[in-house]
């Protein structure tokens, strides 16, 4: 009975999955969706360059800032038409391949809860989460394909697979440079390797040096490696403002319009950038603490068929990323979307919800009040007072990352070996 029960689980999911991709692919192909002009603007541009001038002279013009990796798909995209007119009439057809990682992160998720042997019809809280959708398909950004990436680059490392955990790492990097706040993990399963065989350790270092070396050989080859250099770089300055378009902590601190004050604005000794940087790394501390007590204290050691283990492991990694988000400068509305899957894998591992349904509504709220593209009529009256929104929306990440916390420690068993301690 139960493996009947089992198996009309799987197919309910499969045909929900099924479901959902369609429903997006046909609402891409149907409607068209532009998204936000500027971004969509560069893709087009930058796919326009990139066929007429080679994948090696990309950043030879400073306008491309971002990583090679994206590069290389826009170069793909632009191949399939070659004209600039089909290239940029054509800009929508590109959230097909990005869509197309929205639901492998979701392919993921199902496969870590058969594993757990949990139910993968709750993969429904995410595959109905418009808040998870709207970057791809409303707003037209590609921050599904640097979650994905990330998101598989854990689950390898989860399942001992320690090359191919490199190796996604390795392409998230150059999808991404905020990956880097996920380096903790890939050095704790990396030193997990290392105690195993020194061998595992070396063959996934090399893996993921060639990789990175391949990924760069055009530009190597071309002697445009500096400009690689200097564009990337240029990226990290690229929009020296408290915010942009963030809604974190930077929204608290002053009424004003946080993208109209530059990030060098000083509070005592120190930039509010620097500021920033510092109480990222003090609170990323406090989050990675809980585990670095457990293999020290406790001899601890992950266990991919541990249920608690795998609740610490992606809370922790949605926590990481909301503090990189509320914190740090020049931050885009965008940058907290690797949280909604590791939150909503939290979610249904944890048997509680209301973390994953707040910082999931407060992300939507963030996208649309900036796009507006739900009906004036629907949302109209929680726009109506931008300070209250902004100041709200600040207010409840700042709630959940401080519950996170103490979920994290609870669960690690931090607070009850303190009590035994005092007795």
Not at 202 to 208: D, E, M, Q, S
Request: hydrophobic share 50%; charged share 15%.
């Amino acid at each position: 009975m139960q493996a009947f029960k089992n198996i009309d689980n799987n197919r309910a999911t499969n045909i929900l999955f099924a479901i959902s991709f369609l429903t997006a692919l046909i609402f891409i192909v149907t409607f068209k969706p532009f998204g936000l002009c500027w971004d969509v603007g560069c893709w087009q541009r930058w796919s326009s360059y990139i066929v007429k001038h080679g994948i090696s002279d990309a950043y030879n013009t400073p306008d491309i800032n971002y990583n090679p990796l994206f590069l290389y798909i826009l170069w793909i995209y632009g191949k399939f038409f070659q004209s600039d007119v089909a290239i940029f009439e054509k800009i929508y057809l590109l959230k097909i391949a990005v869509i197309i990682f929205d639901f492998a992160s979701v392919c993921l998720l199902i496969k870590i809860l058969r594993h757990l042997k949990i139910n993968p019809l709750k993969s429904v809280f995410v595959l109905l989460n418009i808040a998870y959708f709207y970057n791809t398909l409303i707003w037209g950004q590609v921050d599904s394909i640097h979650t994905f990436l990330v998101f598989a680059s854990i689950y390898l490392f989860m399942k001992g697979k320690n090359i191919g955990g490199v190796l996604f790492f390795i392409l998230a990097l150059n999808m991404k440079t905020q990956s880097l706040v996920f380096l903790p993990f890939v050095i704790y399963f990396l030193y997990k390797a290392w105690k195993g065989s020194n061998l595992n350790l070396l063959k996934a270092v090399i893996t993921g040096v060639v990789l990175q070396g391949i990924l760069l050989l055009p530009f190597i080859i071309h002697n445009n490696l500096f400009h690689f250099a200097r564009n990337t770089y240029s990226a990290l300055i690229h929009s020296p403002m408290l915010s942009m378009n963030a809604y974190n902590i930077w929204y608290l601190y002053s009424d004003s319009d946080p993208m109209k004050i530059p990030d060098t604005l000083q509070i005592g000794f120190m930039t509010c950038k620097q500021l920033g940087i510092v109480l990222f790394i003090l609170f990323s501390a406090i989050i990675f603490y809980p585990w670095l007590h457990k293999i020290i204290f406790q001899k601890w050691s992950y266990d991919f068929n541990d249920i608690n283990d795998n609740k610490i492991l992606f809370l922790t990694a949605g926590l990481v990323i909301m503090v990189f988000f509320f914190f740090n400068t020049e931050m885009h509305e965008r940058y907290i979307h690797p949280a909604i899957i590791f939150l909503g894998l939290y979610a249904v591992l944890s048997k509680s919800y209301y973390m994953y349904i707040l910082v999931s509504l407060a992300y939507f709220l963030n996208m649309d009040s900036i796009l507006r593209h739900t009906p004036e009529k629907l949302v109209g009256w929680l726009y109506s007072d931008e300070i209250l929104l902004t100041h709200s929306i600040a207010c409840l990440y700042l709630v959940l990352i401080l519950t996170g916390i103490y979920k994290i420690y609870s669960m690690s068993g931090i607070f009850r070996r303190k009590e035994v301690l005092n007795k």
